[in-house]
T-cell receptor, first 115, second 112 residues
Framework: KQEVTQIPAALSVPEGENLVLNCSFTDSAIYNLQWFRQDPGKGLTSLLL?????REQTSGRLNASLDKSSGRSTLYIAASQPGDSATYLCAVRLGTNFGNEKLTFGTGTRLTIIP | SQTIHQWPATLVQPVGSPLSLECTVEGTSNPNLYWYRQAAGRGLQLLFYSVGIGQISSEVPQNLSASRPQDRQFILSSKKLLLSDSGFYLC???????????FGEGSWLTVV
């Protein structure tokens, strides 16, 4: 059974700093990995998606990397801003055929950027 | 463009009362549909998913059920709510064989 872990559970950093969020998964046979952002009391917004054949994806100040063999992904946020404060979740997908297309989520990292 | 709507946004229900949460997707056909629950201090737990009308898989045994009466409509129900059913419920969709999953805004359920 796939298990996804995110450490730390909470992180506070001063504005302007670069930071890294970690995600690890137990079954390396994944189809893709996705990073989401969740603001308090809201739904999830997709940030970046990395296919199993890719090593990294970038969007603006965000960079996500994937090391499938070691079961790890990182989300790098450059020049953090107070608006980046949110909970960040990673999720893995095993495949595309019936039964494998669903996502397994980590418990998230609650990020607070201190002005 | 595709959109997902979920309602009601919040509700407070007494123990033993019924529940109906509704989710609809617009702008796409034959989506995969999902219901997740996010309990306080816990991650997202997949409750049900559906790849087509009448095809629903349940991930965990529970007090809830799901139905898909139309291609782009997904309903989460309960006949008698328990206190442990309280949480944040999220509907989501993805295209068949697609990569990205899209979430609704969620429904806060408090069972009292």
């Amino acid at each position: 059974k796939q298990e996804v872990t995110q450490i730390p559970a909470a992180l506070s950093v001063p504005e302007g700093e670069n930071l890294v969020l970690n995600c690890s998964f137990t079954d390396s046979a994944i189809y893709n990995l996705q990073w989401f952002r969740q603001d308090p009391g809201k739904g999830l917004t997709s940030l970046l998606l990395i296919q199993s054949s890719q090593r990294e994806q970038t969007s603006g100040r965000l960079n996500a990397s994937l090391d499938k063999s070691s079961g790890r992904s990182t989300l790098y946020i450059a020049a953090s801003q107070p608006g980046d404060s949110a909970t960040y979740l990673c999720a893995v997908r095993l495949g595309t055929n019936f039964g494998n297309e669903k996502l397994t989520f980590g418990t998230g990292t609650r990020l607070t950027i201190i002005p | 463009s595709q959109t997902i709507h979920q309602w009601p946004a919040t509700l407070v229900q007494p123990v033993g009362s019924p529940l109906s949460l509704e989710c609809t997707v617009e702008g796409t056909s034959n989506p995969n549909l999902y219901w997740y629950r996010q309990a306080a201090g816990r991650g997202l737990q997949l409750l049900f998913y559906s790849v087509g009308i009448g095809q629903i898989s349940s991930e965990v045994p529970q007090n809830l059920s799901a139905s898909r009466p139309q291609d782009r409509q997904f309903i989460l129900s309960s006949k008698k709510l328990l206190l442990s059913d309280s949480g944040f419920y999220l509907c989501a969709w993805s295209t068949t064989g697609g990569h990205t999953i899209y979430f609704g805004e969620g429904s806060w359920l408090t069972v009292v």
